[in-house]
């Protein structure tokens, strides 16, 4: 055994446990696992919980909101000032960026994250290749995937599918796509089609940023349902997650619920980006201004996987954030009435086994035999947790304690690899 978190509140109806753990995994929960001459953290009663999962953040655009502020808070608008910012991006700085975000999210308690930089003929591979550095430089604190996401476009920006394969090639490992960001219903399908095609080769999943509007009378920012299809037709069910998708809740409930069955009988996850959502969402509505997020309790109660992210941090598309996923949840809590005890809870699986389960995590979760990601939070109270943010007293990866939080966070980084 090689480490022992004693006391350590996991449920709140039953008795405190301890955990043991033994190399990067869970040996055994129960009450008195008490051998001599372990490290140990006693938790005197503190919350423990799976560590939180990003599944959709954005590093290589985040902090640069004070460099060229947003005027008018549009879509259109942070799509345009973004790739006027991209063009002049700066490897040392896109680098150094992604760190101050990484390590936001792992001091948050945050064990997995799934990247989304932009691949374009602006940036061209900048972003990928910034993120496999940070990937390597990171692995001992957190898990990073890397998206091949094409903001811009594929048809409307060539040179962007040959430049996705590039990213594949370089280590990217999850084809991304952004069907809304072309010119017509016909080349949006094009998008879609191509992404599947590329996925399909690489044997990778699929990761679209979709139906980012506040309607759905223009087909681009509908495309759920053509995607669900696709991936049935395909057999990728379990492997395609959209981000966004807040024009669904635009529809009436007898129109939304046909798609959502078919997201459903599709497998596909609906990442909701509540403070991107509801920043950008509604502009343009005088009275009753929409809330711009999507119907996360129609498509969990129908069965489909719901998960949450942060998105982006301080930039033209959104203006705030850190990187803490208990933040996020409790501004998703608010906005979409999870209020209820068990609807609270809902939310803070919806940040770890649900977001997990979107990404492809397959060995995670508080439970014996498991890869021992946990977070320890300074709530004495599971039910609490989400209205509390409470600090992240300590954070375990792989077995490791990576973070603890006294009078100050520190962080531990592994020791260097030895040179081959």
Known sequence: MDLLITNARVWDDRELVDIAI????IAAIGPDIRPEGVPSIDAAGRVVMPGFVEPHLHLDKALVYRRQPARDG??????????????????????????????????????????????????????VETGLTVRDEYRDLLDLQIVAFPQEGIIKAPGTQELMEEAMRMGASVVGGCPYNERTWEDTQRHIDLVFEMAQRFGAPVDFHADFADD?????????RYIAEKTLALGYQGRVSLGHVTSLAALQRDEAQPIIDLLQEAQVTIVTLPATDLYLGGRGDECCQRRGVTPVHLLRDSGVNVTFSSNNVRNAFTPF??????????????????????????????ATYDAARSIGLTDYGLSEGRIADLVVLDSTSVADVLAEIPPRSWVVKRGRVTVESKHETTVHRAAPLAAA
């Not at 033994?22 to 995994?25: A, K, P, T, Y």
């Not at 759905?216 to 920012?221: E, G, L, V």
């Not at 803490?324 to 409790?330: A, H, R």
């Open 22 to 25: 033994e190399g990067e995994r």
């Open 74 to 127: 549009t879509l259109a608008e942070a799509i345009r000032l973004t790739g006027q910012l991209k063009a002049e991006q700066d490897r040392d700085d896109v680098l150094e960026r992604s760190r101050a975000v990484l390590d936001m999210a792992v001091k948050h308690g945050t064990v997995a994250v799934r990247a989304h930089p932009d691949v374009d003929p602006i940036q061209k591979l900048l972003g």
């Open 216 to 224: 759905a009378s223009d087909p681009r920012y509908n495309t759920s």
């Open 321 to 350: 954030g850190k990187a803490d996923m208990l933040q996020i949840g409790n501004l998703l809590a608010h906005v979409s009435q999870f209020g209820t005890p068990h609807s609270q809870a809902e939310v803070l699986r919806m």
